[in-house]
């Protein structure tokens, strides 16, 4: 399916489809102070208030959200009204959100819609209102049925926005809907990575994948660690976790450069985790748990997926991407608790969960990313169920050590409308993993600040000052089923859009 934008006078002749905004205002009676909602179509064609007027039940339509009435013209097209309630009260996210309802109702009745662009516009920002309609569109626009044997049949073919703007507008509007359609295409590229069965998506095929679609991109450079070159720079602790697999470890490794560079461009390192599966290794997980853990490599794809967009975008700044791919599995050669390995920055570390195993991958990943001197780092992971706790399924919970990457990550969350909570790091969480005969231990006093203990112990392996912060997906990662331009069950891609809004606007 396509979205396409065109300008012009709009005829109606021309589409199967024409989907238009309605609003609602509310009146009140001077004496009985009743409310009544009145619809307000103020903002319609002649020829479609005048076909709405002629329909008797059209009387029980007021605009309000959420609220629709399709009627047909005399020239044979469908008109849908869509309520989107007090035009005051509307915001983006509801924009947003509204055309992810629409979209699976009318994928399915028509084969080419015609949305009136000018009639949505938010706060007269028809930019803004543009990326919105377009992130709904292309997020919603997502299925993964490749086991299935019915497959899910859409007859939408184009969604077309029609603007009646000067062609000038309107080119800036194609631009933002074809950046748009570059960041939502990543979002379901990283979706499918997440969604593939365990048994297929080993740390070697995925690697392989990454590698695959990343030879598209322009001016990305790739390099693959193996097993044996993993060994060699003493990567121990993200080895120690890969000892019971059956397959390799691996840690891939690109760098996108714009075409222009000084030494003062600005170099963003994104870092995620890849745990294509996780039994919690000896310290095994229960089975209840242990369902649905190939999801545990969501942070490598969202920040794949991350990285993947700033490069079609053209982003202005240098981003590399580090991601560290293994699965937690139980043979003989399997790490054991009490185990001590050395890290890769020189810190012994007593291992004394197996299922704490994230941050032990990630901490000899974020050690090699701060030698590359990066300007920023941000990992990205699902690390902890305690977050889930602490915020609840629909927060990010986020650590860092410098106050301004984090607050410019908080305002691309709001800029983006996803969640996103800065939690605290205090030397009392450092002093919780010191070991009594190591220098760190992979977790902290049960039952209390798991998650901050994890994020302390990435801290540990940050050097040279580098800003750092980490993203704990664990929540957000999957199952958003209160967003309707996500699926119901499976990855969200949630943090994408965070992300790309950062690398590309940030400062």
């Known amino acids: ?119 949505f516009i938010i706060k007269s920002d028809i930019e803004k209102t543009t990326k919105a309609i377009a992130e709904a569109i292309g997020m919603s626009h997502y299925t993964f049925d490749k086991y299935k044997a019915t497959k899910a049949k859409t007859n939408l073919q184009t969604w077309t926005l029609w603007t009646e703007n000067a062609k000038s507008k309107a080119k800036k509007l194609e631009t933002i809907v074809a ?26 095929v995925f690697a392989d994948e990454i590698v695959k ?28 976790v890969n000892n019971g697999s059956a ?42 748990s242990m369902m649905n853990m190939k999801y545990d490599m969501a942070g490598a794809a969202t920040i794949y997926a991350a990285f993947r967009a ?7 700044c240098i981003v590399s991407c580090y991601l560290g791919m293994t699965d937690n599995a139980i043979n003989e050669h399997a790490t054991v608790p009490d185990t001590i390995v050395k890290a890769r920055n020189g810190k012994t570390v007593e291992i004394l969960n197996t299922d704490a195993e994230g941050r032990l991958v ?59 909570w800065r939690l605290p790091i205090i030397q009392e969480n450092h002093d919780d993993i010191k070991s009594h005969i190591a220098d760190l231990k992979n977790i902290g006093t049960a039952g209390r600040a798991g998650t901050i203990t994890a994020g302390a112990f990435l801290e540990e392996f940050i050097k040279n000052n580098i ?13 958003q089923g209160h967003l309707p331009y996500c699926p119901k069950k499976g990855p969200s891609g949630i943090m994408v859009r965070t992300l790309v809004n950062h690398v590309m606007n940030g400062k």
């Open 1 to 119: 399916m396509q979205i396409i934008l065109q300008s012009g006078k709009f005829n109606s002749n021309d589409t199967e489809a024409c989907l238009i905004s309605a609003f609602s205002s509310t009146t009140e009676d001077a004496k009985t102070k009743k409310k009544t909602a009145k619809l307000s179509i103020s903002h319609w064609p002649k020829e479609y208030t005048e076909g709405l007027h002629k329909i008797k039940s059209a009387g029980h339509f007021h605009g309000n959200l959420g609220e629709t009435f399709s009627f047909t013209l005399e020239n044979g097209t469908t008109v849908l009204a869509y309520g989107l309630g007090e035009k005051s009260k509307l915001t983006f996210e509801k924009l947003r959100r509204e055309m992810g309802k629409l979209f699976p109702a009318v994928s399915k009745k028509f084969q080419n819609l015609t949305m009136l662009l000018d009639s």
């Open 179 to 204: 950046n748009t359609s570059n960041v939502t295409s990543s979002i379901n590229f990283a979706r499918d990575l997440v969604n593939e069965a365990p048994n297929v998506l080993n740390s070697e």
């Open 213 to 240: 679609d990343a030879k598209k991109l322009k001016r990305v450079k790739i390099k693959v660690f193996n097993k044996a070159a993993l060994k060699k720079d003493n990567f121990n602790m993200f080895l120690s």
């Open 247 to 288: 397959y390799e470890a691996r840690l891939v490794h690109l760098t996108y450069t714009p075409t222009k560079t000084t030494s003062k461009t600005r170099h963003v390192a994104l870092v995620g985790k890849g745990l294509t599966f996780d039994t919690g290794g000896y310290s095994l997980k229960p089975g209840a």
């Open 310 to 316: 700033c490069v079609l975008l053209n982003s202005d």
């Open 362 to 420: 990630l901490g000899d990943v974020l050690d090699y990313a701060c030698e590359q001197n990066p300007s920023e780092i941000i990992d990205a992971a699902t690390l902890t169920g305690a977050v889930l706790v602490a915020l609840g399924s629909e927060i990010c919970g986020m650590m860092s050590n410098n106050d301004k990457l984090s607050n410019n990550l908080l305002k691309s969350a709001a800029e983006s409308d996803e969640y996103l």
């Open 467 to 479: 800003p750092w912060a980490h993203l704990d997906i664990a929540g957000v990662g999957d199952s």
